[in-house]
């Protein structure tokens, strides 16, 4: 098993389970296939383990439930939180704005991390698509992007704590029903007091803490 | 019920015994049915195998032949002997009267 091609195999091999790449590279050896035919005979694999992957809800669910519909809201959103933050920098920083700046902007770090926290628990090995599918329309949006005097990064003030979310979810899988619970209901709170958009838009936003609040009821969190 | 594939890797698992590991099922399916096994095909149905609880799996011993990695050991549970052979019975007995079987066994199948 030398040469460029086996690298090519050795590499694609990196898509599968520790136990199984072993396996599967041990048996390819003893069998002496060409490279080629290794090749395919991991990809081929590889493939097939992703598709029995999307026979589960939930890999649709993150995707096109979780990360699809919120990309778009949670850019909105972070339009919105930015353009309040300079409002309120050329009026001069009143009580009252600056405590409402400050509510909207818990609510998004409150909401997109619980996004982030959703899609990483429920869909860990196909995270790339859940990443793909929030990728997109931040592209979309980013290239579209024409505010004058306004940088196309304040859309993206969500993803960092997405992204944040996303590692906990991956890590911890599930919240403890203390910690789960009084997020649910600081966003619902939040959300619902300053609303003025769709209800489906709301459940929506407000579906994946509460998606955690389930999750934590059936048992704790990991050490 | 088994599938038609699900019931050779069980057979070949069970003809090799203690031998049974996923190169050499492979080789058995090919040379003895005569049909192309692919390693996804082999080792996707492995695991659903071992889902339903009709073989057992593990890591066995590396070999310099194997270029040193480990061999993914199988065992076909007695869940999974059952299966087979309810697979076994039902071919047999829907084959009864059927041309080619008639020709092979005589009438006797």
Redesign the interface.
């Known amino acids: ?1 030398m040469g460029a091609g086996w690298w090519c195999v050795e590499t694609a091999s990196g898509l599968l389970e520790p ?2 790449r ?10 002496g296939e060409a490279a080629w035919h290794g090749l395919i ?2 990809l ?2 590889a ?3 992703q598709v ?1 992957l999307w026979k589960s809800w939930r890999p649709w669910v993150s995707a096109f439930g979780v990360v699809l519909p919120n990309s778009f809201q949670l850019m909105g959103f972070s339009m919105l939180v930015s353009s309040m933050f300079l409002q309120d920098l050329q009026r001069g920083l009143r009580s009252e704005e600056l405590s409402n700046l400050l509510g909207k902007s818990v609510l998004l770090a409150i909401v997109a991390w619980s996004c982030g926290f959703a899609v990483g628990a429920i869909s860990r090995r196909t995270l790339w698509v859940s990443c793909v599918a929030c990728l997109l329309p931040c592209l979309f949006c980013f290239s579209r992007f024409a505010v004058p005097h306004r940088s196309p990064l304040s859309l993206l003030l969500f993803l960092p704590f997405a992204m944040c979310g996303g590692w906990f979810g991956l890590r911890r899988g599930r919240l403890r029903l203390r910690l789960a619970l009084p997020i649910a209901m600081t966003a619902t709170v939040l959300t619902i007091s300053g609303w003025t958009g769709s209800w489906l838009s709301l459940l929506a936003l407000l579906w994946p803490g509460w998606f955690l609040v389930a999750m934590a009821r059936k048992q704790p969190a990991r050490a | 019920m088994l599938g038609e594939f699900e019931y050779l890797i069980i057979t070949a698992a069970a003809s090799l015994g203690d031998q049974a590991y996923g190169a050499a099922i492979r080789d058995a399916i090919e040379e003895t049915a005569g049909r192309k096994c692919s390693v996804g095909a082999l080792y996707t149905t492995l695991d659903r195998l071992e889902a339903k609880g009709l073989v057992q799996t593990w890591m066995g011993e590396a070999t310099q032949q194997r270029g040193g990695r480990a061999k993914r050991m199988v065992r076909v549970t007695a869940e999974g002997e059952a299966a087979a052979k309810d697979f076994y019975d039902a071919v047999a007995r829907i084959s009864r009267g059927a041309a080619w079987a008639v020709k092979r066994t005589g009438g006797i199948a």
Not at chain 1, 22 to 31: K, N, P, Q, R, S
């Open positions: 098993m136990r199984e072993e396996a599967v590279l041990g048996d390819l050896a003893e069998a005979a991991v081929g694999l493939l097939r383990r029995l």
